[in-house]
């Protein structure tokens, strides 16, 4: 069935300048673009947004490093979305991920890797709602 996922362009790929070039993969993968923005994660919201991993030793870190820069925010539609979305920017760790994926390309560690996926149906509807208003939603 088609539906939906929720991306993020972290800083480090923003910083690098990768926006075009990851954006133009997404395109060219078959996603619809349904939401999009350049916004910037306060560390309360970084801090909610990943809660799942407050309790992990890199949480500091991670909330420093997605905190540091702007972001692009999207939502995006496709067939199968979560799955083949993460299928399109590979493992967490770019040292594992397969050639030609996003991670594998543009991302340098396991920390800095470039892009965010969802990891199922329903967190990607809470984490496009975290970022994006329903009028922002198409
Ligand atoms: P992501 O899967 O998008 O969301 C959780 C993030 O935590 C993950 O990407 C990495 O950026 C980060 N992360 C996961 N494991 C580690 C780790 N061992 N060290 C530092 N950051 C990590």
Redesign the pocket.
């Known amino acids: 069935a088609t539906n939906r996922t929720f991306t993020?362009i972290?800083p480090d790929a923003v910083e690098k300048g990768h926006i075009g070039a990851i954006l133009e993969k997404i395109s060219s993968a078959g996603f619809k673009i349904a939401a999009l923005k350049l916004t910037q994660m306060t560390k309360a919201d970084a801090e909610a947004f990943?809660a799942i991993?407050s309790e992990?030793?890199?949480f500091g870190?991670?909330v420093e490093?997605m905190t540091r820069g702007p972001i692009v925010a999207a939502i995006l539609e496709k067939e199968n979305a979560v799955d083949d979305f993460r299928t399109l920017i590979g493992a967490?760790?770019p040292a594992e991920a397969a050639e030609g994926t996003i991670r594998k390309l543009y991302a340098a560690?396991?920390?800095?890797?470039a892009?965010?996926?969802s990891?199922s149906d329903e967190n990607a509807a809470i984490e496009g709602a975290f970022h994006f208003a329903g009028r922002e939603q198409f």
């Open positions: 993020m972290k990943y991993h992990r030793p890199f870190e991670l490093f967490t760790n560690s396991i920390g800095e890797n892009v965010h996926g990891d």
